[in-house]
């Protein structure tokens, strides 16, 4: 018996999975969230931008990533466009620009009268990672002289504004993986710009030595710093829209739950083995 | 003939730019941004680099009906086909090149990522076992982490955010410093080689 349950086959343990995935998400079953710090300094840097700056959010990740930074990704832009604060949209990856465009589309649903060129700019995709970085700040128009969609960026009405890093306030990166190092290398050390990172739980824990030293202003650590940021973004009463993150949380939560459960009962059973063969 | 030139190009490129950064000059500073702008250029050339390799492989793999050439087939139209619409009909809101990476290639990608979970699930279940006060001590930290980075957690001991947030950001911050520093040398070792022309591989070859 003992045995059985230790070797348990492999088709009951995803089926279990499965359905602790599933149950939360079919239930609509939401958990109280509470903000931490490192989001919440990023969401108040994003909050203290001036009119006369932007917020330039780079969606660096792939679709692998979706359940993740997507929520992010849309949380940010909520945030942003009800709160009238002018944002650059760009990805260093060819693959984020698609996920970015997703997120606007959706987004602009809920709020229609939000112009291109006007309340944002959707800048699309250069090749280069580090010297796009460099040249953003030296010159946004010769990195990206059209915008996504093909327009001169010089004829972009909030793009008049904006040159370089100087009338950037913050610089928030979602990525899954190190190239949040490299807006660190090159925006923060040799700009001073305000940086913030929106990652993967895995690779969450990787960078906290850069909050510490203030070389990242905020952190939106996995799906639990998405649901912390679109609870902000709905507490302030930017947005009543649909919060995945947090939908999604009571399945993350679960599958903790079963997760651990299942290492605690195999290490029980297995002491439990031990015994018993020392015995015999 | 074939290595020195590229080795002398990395070996001047390599100084130049190193001692650009120190000097703010105007020509200095010229310098720097026309080499930014080439770099970017080159940086669009290894896109069409990569679009020559990956159609190549997938020809040869059908012309000498490798094993599992079906699939090469399906990638190389995909590969035409996506692009083709995007040429066509531009990539712009509702497009179909727009429909095609939301509802065909992001739910693909996200998918097989997702199975990680069954996986990962599987192999805790098999082998993480606590057969060493090491593997105890890394048990416990690991139990305690994900039990932390779910609501619950704060339902059922109101400061375990604040416990997890210390972990973070005190035991686990002075090893994830200790190996940054590292890479950062390595960083530095390996670039001195290159430039150097010690660390040959980059050429390609023996």
Redesign the interface.
């Not at chain 1, 958990?31 to 509470?34: I, K, T």
């Not at chain 1, 599958?255 to 651990?260: A, F, K, P, S, V």
């Not at chain 2, 990539?91 to 509702?94: A, L, S, T, W």
């Given at each position: 018996m003992l045995n059985k349950i230790l070797n348990?086959p492999?088709p009951w343990?995803?089926l279990?999975?499965?359905l602790a995935?599933a149950i939360p998400l079919i239930l609509g079953w939401e958990?109280?969230?509470?903000v931490?710090?490192p989001v919440k300094n990023l969401f108040e840097e994003v909050e203290s931008t001036p009119d006369s700056q932007a917020v330039l959010l780079s969606c660096d990740y792939?679709?692998?990533?979706?359940?993740e930074l997507y929520p992010m990704t849309v949380a940010i832009l909520r945030h942003c466009l009800s709160a009238k604060k002018h944002i650059l949209i760009m990805s260093l990856y060819?693959q984020g620009v698609?996920?970015a465009?997703?997120a606007l589309?959706d987004v602009k649903k809920e709020f229609p009268n939000a112009q291109e060129g006007i309340d944002y700019t959707f800048l699309g995709f250069?090749?280069?990672?580090s010297?796009?970085i460099?040249?953003l700040g030296?010159d946004i128009h010769?990195?990206f002289p059209r915008d996504?969609?093909g327009n001169p960026i010089d004829s972009l009405p909030m793009m008049r504004k904006i040159h370089n890093f100087n009338d950037i306030n913050v610089v928030i990166t979602l990525c899954g993986s190190g190239i949040y190092s490299t807006w660190v290398v090159y925006a923060n050390t040799k700009y001073r710009q305000k940086v913030g990172v929106g990652a993967t739980?895995v690779i969450?824990?990787?960078i906290?030595?850069y909050l510490?030293t203030g070389q990242l202003v905020g952190l939106l650590g996995?799906l639990?710093g998405a649901?912390e940021y679109e609870y902000l973004v709905y507490k302030k009463g930017y947005s009543t829209g649909r919060r995945r993150a947090c939908e999604r949380?009571g399945a993350?939560?679960t599958?903790?739950?079963?997760?651990?459960g299942?290492?605690?009962l195999?290490?029980v059973l297995?002491?439990i083995q031990r015994r018993r063969r020392r015995t015999q | 003939m074939r290595r020195r030139v590229p080795l002398t190009i990395c070996l001047v490129c390599g100084i130049v730019m190193v001692i650009q950064f120190f000097v703010p000059h105007p020509i200095s500073q010229t310098l720097y941004?026309e080499a930014?702008?080439w770099?970017?250029i080159i940086?669009?050339f290894?896109?069409i680099l990569g679009l020559e390799s990956l159609t190549r492989l997938h020809v040869n793999r059908v012309r000498r009906r490798q094993s599992g050439w079906g699939y090469s087939i399906i990638t190389l139209v995909s590969l035409v086909f996506t692009a083709v619409t995007g040429v066509i009909w531009g990539?712009?809101?509702?497009s179909l090149f727009?429909r095609i990476?939301?509802y065909i290639?992001?739910?693909?990608?996200?998918t097989?990522?997702?199975m990680l979970?069954?996986y990962?699930?599987?192999a805790?279940?098999?082998s993480?076992?606590?057969r060493t006060p090491e593997a105890v001590l890394l048990?416990v930290s690991a139990?305690f982490m994900?039990?932390g980075?779910?609501?619950?957690g704060?339902?059922v001991f109101a400061h375990t955010?604040e416990v997890i947030?210390w972990i973070?950001?005190y035991p686990?911050?002075a090893v994830?410093?200790g190996i940054?520093l590292g890479v950062g040398l390595g960083i530095i070792a390996t670039s001195l080689k290159i430039i150097l022309g010690v660390e040959r591989n980059w050429l390609g070859g023996t």
């Open positions: 348990l492999r343990i995803y279990l999975v499965a995935v958990l109280p969230v509470r931490t710090p792939d679709p692998s990533l979706v359940p060819p698609g996920l465009q997703m589309e250069t090749p280069g990672y010297m796009v460099l040249g030296e010769e990195v996504y969609y739980a969450a824990p990787a906290y030595p510490q996995g639990k649901s949380m993350q939560t599958t903790h739950l079963l997760i651990i299942m290492i605690i195999c290490n297995y002491s | 941004n930014r702008r770099f970017i940086a669009s290894t896109l990539i712009g809101e509702g727009m990476y939301r290639y992001a739910p693909l990608q996200a097989m990522f997702s979970a069954f990962m699930a599987s805790a279940y098999r993480f076992r606590a048990l139990l994900m039990f980075r779910v609501p619950i704060d339902l955010s947030e973070l950001q686990s911050m994830q410093r940054l």
